[in-house]
């Protein structure tokens, strides 16, 4: 179960990395810094690009900013429940890099919901197995016939007992990670978390 959400969690920063690097900010920068720079490239800036271009034309009318306005695009986040997706307007000839970043956004959220999900059921388990170690330890020395496959059971036991500490320490951090991850999403969409 801890490999599914470290493989969950893995995938997450993987997809915000991913999101980070294509509207050139630093892994450290928030969601909300990116969301900031997608709309200034694809929305906000570009059309106030166009409006001070007119601005600036001549007036006999010899350019049209019809071409550039199509281009702009308003950008945002939208949550329904704990789902959150990237809404591009208008729907439309929507640029491929903003496709792209629509279905990371989506595999984002996919990844930090599975995060966080698995979270209290692994910490139980793992609670579970640590608090048994003596009683396992005693069982293993029982059930096993030789003194070969005692150690061989004592060491398989030790090497999970191991595992478990690390995913105690880890699970919590990265549930943490995620959450903070959909409240940001939450935020930015307008939605008390």
Request: charge should be negative; charged fraction near 30%.
């Amino acid at each position: 179960m801890f490999n599914k959400q470290q493989e969950h969690y893995e995938c997450m920063e993987e997809k915000r990395k991913t999101l980070m690097y294509r509207y050139r900010c630093s892994v450290d920068d928030s969601l909300s810094d990116c969301l900031k720079k997608m709309k200034d490239e694809h929305g906000e800036a570009q059309a106030l690009g166009e409006l001070l271009k007119d601005e600036l034309l001549p007036p006999d009318g010899s350019s049209s900013s019809q071409a550039g306005n199509q281009d702009a695009h308003q950008v945002r986040l939208q949550m329904k429940g704990y789902d959150f997706t990237l809404v591009v307007m208008p729907e439309d000839e929507v640029p491929d890099k903003l496709k792209w970043t629509q279905e990371n956004v989506s595999e984002l959220c996919k990844t930090a919901k599975a995060v966080v999900a698995v979270g209290t059921k692994l910490q139980e388990m793992i609670n579970w197995l640590l608090k048994a170690e003596e009683s396992l330890t005693a069982q293993v020395r029982e059930a096993a016939e030789t003194h070969q496959e005692q150690k061989r059971l004592g060491g398989n036991l030790q090497e999970n007992l191991r595992e478990a500490r690390r995913a105690k320490e880890l699970s919590p951090r990265y549930r943490e990670e995620a959450g903070k991850l959909l409240n940001q999403a939450a935020l930015l969409s307008g939605v008390t978390p």
